[in-house]
């Protein structure tokens, strides 16, 4: 078969507008038997040809000379010698046109519009199809109505499909491929499809002989057949949402539609049955030539193939409609184990939906002499492999080069080219977009051999959903490269997006001479990153060791003067709060100046920012039955929240003569009602006339961003359990201990299991602790240190690691050596384990609610092990 170029290809699938695309071929040719269809398909309409004419009260002929809209070569009649009704059979027949006909072909196009238009349903034809170069038999169906517009808006489906049938290969072997398809989603050009091939088996071709073709289609669902075998399925998308209702993927990628919300007006991408939930109607059709097959097989159209005509031959067509369900076509399924496999169920070209930005502005390194495993370099087209090598002056750096084969080179992080221990991680970059920018530099060693090549740069986000391409000179430094010496380019994040890219779901940047133009170039590039300018999280930072002056000490109604005093080594200079017989409530006030301090904005907090202190009560207050209260106001009391104290505290009320620390989530606060862009009170208390004789004391009272501190935004455990988290035995009983071990470990958690009843064990959030990873996703693990004091009395015990969300509403268990490069636990070994929030979010995990992280010997299988764990976060590391 004489190949095309992969960019010509792809230009002419992408062109198209009609039935046909170049699918490759996939196929597994074992006959499997499908199982019989149920009783209840229910024949509604057909035709079986067995007249003498074509049924016109079935059957409209399309007379026109438009090319089908793929430059097709003939014009379409509705004379008896292109289309007719003999020996039960209707035959469509191409043949030339006569001596200065618009076309050089001549052919027909029978359609059902309004004469039979279904939704839902099996759809069958018997038919013998036509050969020769230039040959494109066709039946298929389109929409009757367009309720989403028009084509592909609103949807095509080509149940069988054939081009250049019988051509003979320089391989010797024969065209004899068939193809069903699907088209959908945006205006052309940017219209999709997905679809496949399939080869009859033992070489059969479908020129030679009268085979069954057909699809079943159902909400949600289409299945192709040929002779009965089931080779194709297609699905509507499936999206993937976490705890909080937001989209975060696909868990499935299918079709999808894109029209005008009726109400609001907007254009909105929909993942659901449309727009394959309208009613279509019927088409046959024999192309000759064409976008598709002049371009492939032996190219053009073959005149002496058509010289005495050529023939499509239909047997009958009929459509059958599934009694059990009219509304969704479902429940009369012909189906056959895995229908849904690899080999069968086709990826579609949806967009995936971007996972909502986490707010949260974090830079991303992709190569600084160091390759990053998530962002390996790469190159697209030609099969070269990028080199680290080292330059005199910067150490390594990557080398790209650029042969006779067209290509583009760069860094890309998608999970087709990421190997272990990388973990494809799309960056989102829409937090940076004010300041951001993507920068790298770049020295040409040899510049392409073509003197009118220029240099180009191009990102891509959400699997090309998106992208932006610019010339390299239209970066801030505007300069064109120069062989011999290293340059910088810095490209703002707001010119890429304003170019039409998605910021929040960057996954490959790509850095080349012109397509096809480059030949002879190398080049080596350094300090790639995404990135915006070093700037402090906000913080403030109300009391610690001394107060804040815009931030003083206040009694609210009770006429005292809250005071500065010493406490412990620790604590050293703290305020101390003390309530008499007058109802009050007492705190931090910023209002009460002359002239009031600017309200503390913590709108750049809201993600993962905490408003935090330590109390100590000195003398609890006389009434036993008196509470502690947490109250924030903002804007002058315009907003406020009030909760119980013990709220940031795992649910435990302050001890007489013991500090405590409590923590409010910004998060929380906001959701709750405050508004945190002008908090201006902060107030801590026992409950409104419940606290005379109370004496108490704060300290380190701040609003901050705890996961900008070196420890990372979770600690599980590290010399004490984290107080929102608990050691676990999830079903035999024991009490996990913490223990004593050697430097430089100290205080570790230590697990055992006895043997009965069956168990697993590890951490377990308190009620409503859940942790929230999603703004770690990119570059956050989940690791620990982990050794095996004594194994498993079984010696074919193997060890897992196991995480959960809430409820176990999703969960991923993998290998624990999956987490140490395949290296399972060693005996009397520390070892490290680390599993990247992005492979588990791709397993299917909601890390926006993590609440149970388990390792454990596999179940039934773990008698007399003893464990022990230390250093466990979820983090940045």
């Known amino acids: 078969m004489k190949q095309i170029s992969a960019l010509t290809a792809l230009f002419m699938v992408a062109g198209l507008a009609g039935c046909g695309g170049d699918v490759a071929t996939n196929s597994d040719f074992t006959a499997i038997t499908p199982t019989e269809p149920v009783s209840d398909w229910q024949l509604v309409w057909s035709d079986e040809f067995n007249g003498t004419r074509i049924d016109e009260t079935k059957w409209t002929h399309e007379v026109n000379c438009s090319g089908g809209g793929n430059q097709e070569k003939q014009c379409y009649t509705d004379s008896s010698d292109n289309s007719f009704v003999t020996d039960g059979k209707l035959h469509i027949v191409a043949k030339p046109a006569a001596a200065g006909a618009p076309l050089p072909y001549t052919s027909a196009r029978l359609n059902t519009k309004y004469q039979g238009d279904f939704k839902y349903g099996r759809f069958e034809m018997r038919a013998k199809l036509p050969a020769g170069q230039g040959a494109w038999p066709a039946f298929w169906m389109l929409p009757t109505d367009e309720v989403y517009g028009g084509w592909p808006k609103s949807g095509e489906i080509d149940i069988i499909e054939a081009v250049n049938l019988k051509v003979v290969a320089d391989d010797g072997t024969a065209e004899a491929n068939v193809h069903g398809t699907i088209h959908y989603g945006r205006d052309w050009p940017n219209n999709a499809s997905s679809g496949k091939a399939y080869l009859l088996p033992d070489g059969i071709n479908p020129a030679d002989d009268f085979h069954t073709y057909a699809i079943e289609w159902q909400e949600g669902e289409i299945r192709w057949y040929v002779d009965g075998y089931l080779f194709q399925t297609q699905m509507a998308s499936k999206v993937r949402f976490n705890s909080r209702g937001e989209a975060v993927g696909l868990s499935h990628r299918g079709w999808f539609a894109e029209y005008f919300n009726i109400i609001s007006g907007e254009l909105q991408t929909q993942w659901n049955s449309a727009p394959f939930d309208q009613r279509f109607h019927l088409l046959l059709n024999l192309a000759v ?47 056959r184990a895995g229908y849904k496999d690899e080999q069968t169920l086709v990826t579609g070209e949806a967009p995936i939906p971007s996972p909502p930005s986490s707010g949260v502005a974090q830079n991303l390194t992709i190569f600084d002499g160091t390759p990053n495993p998530n962002w390996p370099a790469w190159d697209c087209c030609a099969g070269s492999v990028p080199a680290l090598v080292a330059d005199a002056d910067r150490g390594d750096v990557y080398e790209f080069l650029v042969g006779p084969q067209p290509t583009v080179n760069g860094f890309v992080s998608r999970s087709a080219f990421v190997t272990a221990p990388g973990v494809a991680s799309p960056f989102d970059a829409s937090p940076l977009i004010e300041n951001g920018s993507i920068s790298f530099d770049m020295q040409v060693v040899s510049a392409p051999s073509n003197p009118a090549s220029s240099w180009m740069f191009k990102v891509e986000s959400n699997e090309n959903t998106t992208f932006a391409e610019l010339p390299i000179t239209t970066s801030i430094e505007g300069v064109a490269p120069v062989t011999g010496q290293w340059q910088s380019y810095t490209f703002p994040l707001q010119m890429l997006a304003d170019a039409g890219l998605d910021l929040s779901a960057i996954d490959v940047v790509m850095i080349f001479p012109a397509w096809d133009t480059g030949n002879g170039a190398i080049y080596r590039v350094d300090n790639v990153q995404i990135a915006q300018p070093a700037t402090a999280s906000p913080e403030l930072v109300i009391f610690t060791d001394g107060q804040n002056l815009a931030w003083p000490l206040w009694d609210c109604c009770g006429g005292t003067t809250p005071i500065e005093v010493l406490d412990d080594e620790t604590h050293g200079l703290t305020a101390e709060f003390t309530i008499g017989a007058t109802p009050t409530v007492m705190g931090f006030n910023t209002r009460l100046l002359a002239a009031a301090a600017e309200p503390f904005d913590a709108s750049a907090l809201l993600s993962e920012g905490v408003v935090q202190f330590d109390v100590k009560v000195i003398t609890a207050a006389a009434n036993p039955d008196s509470s502690w209260l947490f109250k924030i106001e903002a804007a002058g009391g315009d907003s406020a929240v009030e909760l119980a104290l013990s709220a940031g505290n795992g649910g435990q009320e302050p001890v007489t003569g013991q500090w405590a620390t409590y923590t409010f989530s910004m998060q929380s606060l906001s959701d709750a009602g405050l508004d945190i862009s002008a908090i201006d009170v902060l107030m801590v208390f026992p409950a409104w006339d419940t606290g005379n004789g109370a004496v108490y004391r704060l300290d380190n009272v701040r609003i901050f961003n705890p996961n900008a501190s070196a420890d990372g935004p979770l600690t599980l455990f590290r010399d004490a359990v984290n107080p929102n988290w608990s050691l676990w035995d999830c079903c035999a009983g ?36 859940a942790y929230d990873a999603s703004p770690l996703l990119a570059n956050g693990s989940v690791s620990f240190d982990m050794r095996l004091v004594n194994a498993p009395a079984n010696p074919d015990s193997s060890w897992l690691f196991k995480i959960e969300s809430s409820g176990a509403a999703s969960a991923v268990e993998l290998p624990l050596a999956a987490g140490n490069n395949d290296q399972a636990p060693v005996t009397g070994e520390w070892q490290r384990y680390s599993f990247p929030l992005q492979s588990l979010f791709d397993a299917g995990l909601d890390i926006s609610d993590i609440s149970v992280i388990m390792v454990f010997p596999a179940w039934g299988t773990g008698s007399g092990a003893v464990y022990q764990i230390d250093n466990a976060e979820i983090s940045n590391n």
């Open 734 to 769: 024991s009490t996990p201990q913490i223990v004593t071990v050697d430097a430089p470990y100290g205080a570790v958690a230590q697990f055992e299991i006895s043997g009965s009843p069956e168990t697993v064990l590890g951490f377990l959030a308190n009620e409503d602790a």
């Open 289 to 335: 030539g064409g976008n598709w097959p002049e371009n492939v097989n032996n190219l053009g159209i073959d005149a002496a193939a058509f010289a005495d005509g050529q023939a499509y031959q239909i047997d009958y067509v009929r459509v059958y409609q599934c009694g059990q369900d009219l509304d969704s076509g479902k429940g009369c399924e012909t189906v």
